[in-house]
């Protein structure tokens, strides 16, 4: 069975639990602990005979012989039972619900759905394939919020490929979501890289860490990567960690790959005498922080310094408040110019996000060791935003919008030779781009560079940079059509208010 087809068996039947008033993160979530009691006894049969992680008297096969009433109860038990277990079995079952209330449907769901498959039979390609196909539609689910875990994987993917990870380097994303960043990671370092044994292994469990805050969406993530063969048979060492990420450092990274939350401040719930309850931002307070600030944003880009080793690798992506703010901001700034390698920033167009409203960026560093001379020479700056229109149904972005993008960030312009492994190279085997090819780049029309000198000279170090005539206010007969108008007007309008209602807390405080 195809990828595709599998979602759509299983999304057909998303459509009758919707009637009992379950969510799509619901149902994803109740799929997740069915699929993984199956694969658990497909897994302890032949030709596997691997020992099961699940219990005696908790598994598939009991599961599958009960009805009604006594199917309800000792699910439900199941569930508790699985979540006080060691390991990613733990992780994957932690504060889990029997959301489906009736038994009739649980059983068909159980029996007549995922029974008459052979999960583990399915490749690794399909059966993680199926599952992103099953979160990407959860993202599409704009009403319940979970597209802010969702990152493009068109955009991911483009990413990963300019940061080129490299085998035996440790791999992080402290806002992993459902691991999108991870998952292509592991994809890169598999198909462009002749591993032995051992890195093999490593790869598999000692290379890729999360941190994410939200339960269930760590168990999404957890689910991810075991379908896509990473983390083994529930009792290996967790690679997800459940806390908030900006509490504290949690480790040092060779890379960090990551799209924190939008959301532009933490907050903690106070409640009074009166019982009244309202929220006040929280300010995090860290010593290894440049600055002390409320702005969820730029503590993870500080947080993100902070993790990684000498000489690694980030690649963030944040919003434009990040990028001209000031105070805090303005610190931030300084210091990431001062101590690390701000070497490319890429404009990233609207419309690409399940969170309306949302102008992003990708910031690109290297840290380095501490000097006195700054170690940011030349920040270069890709505006993929400028007369791009892109909307999540009718125009999608897709990994060829981002070729440019990758070519003029390993240097590989129009009439200049291409490095070896690059597109269009006559280079045998998969590509693998050294990351010192960025050092051959030439300016485009979309692509510009800044010395640390003009960024200095700019207001706040303002980064938001932008060189580009829009065509639309030169020009009317290039504007885009009504229906792209109209959603760059939401947009607007989305994070004009959520800007208000910044300003409207800021006042209340």
Known sequence: MTAPALVQKLWNYCNILRDDGLSYGDYV?????????????????????????????????????????????????????????????????????????????????????????????????????????????????????????????????????????????????????????????????????????????????????????????????????????????????????????????????????????????????????AGDQQKESLIINRDDFWASTSN????????????LKQHGRAAIVVPDNVLFEGGAGETVRRQLLQQADVHTLLRLPTGIFYAQGVKANVLFFDRKPAAEKPWTTKLWIYDLRTNQHFTLKENPLQRADLNDFVACYFGNVEGRARPPGAPGSKADGPAVRPYRDRFNRVETERFKSFTYEDLLKRDKVNLDIFWLKDDALEDSANLPSPNVIATEIVDDLEAALEQFREIENDLKE
């Open 29 to 273: 979530e109740q799929l997740t602990f069915l699929l993984f009691l199956k694969m658990a006894d497909e897994q302890s049969k032949p030709p596997f005979k691997k020992v099961s992680p699940i219990p005696k008297g908790f598994g598939w096969d009991v599961l599958v012989t009960l009805d009604g009433d006594d199917l309800e109860i000792h699910y439900r038990h199941t569930l508790e039972m699985l979540g006080k277990q060691p390991g990613m079995l733990g992780l994957i079952f932690r504060k889990a619900q029997n959301k489906i209330q009736d038994p009739a449907k649980l059983r068909r769901l159980i029996v007549d759905l995922i029974d008459k498959e052979e999960w583990s039979s399915l490749s690794a390609d399909v059966k993680g394939d199926a599952y992103e196909g099953l979160l990407q539609k959860n993202a599409e689910d704009v009403k319940g919020g979970a597209g802010q875990y969702f990152t493009p994987r068109s955009l991911i993917a483009a990413i990963v490929e300019v940061m080129a990870p490299q085998p035996n380097r440790t791999i992080c994303d402290p806002a992993c979501g459902t691991g999108g960043f991870l998952l292509a990671a592991h994809d890169y370092l598999a198909k462009h890289h002749q591993l032995d044994r051992a890195q093999k292994k490593q790869l598999k469990s000692g290379t890729l860490f999360g941190v994410e805050l939200v339960d269930s969406v760590a168990r999404l993530c957890c689910m991810n990567l075991v379908l896509h063969g990473i983390g083994g048979d529930g009792t290996d060492e967790v690679p997800i960690l459940v806390k908030d990420a900006l509490a504290a450092k949690h480790g040092e990274y060779e890379m960090v790959l990551t799209n924190p939350p939008f959301g532009k401040k933490s907050s903690v719930t106070i409640v009074n005498e």
């Open 296 to 307: 969820k944003q730029l503590n993870f880009l500080q947080h993100v310094f902070t993790i």
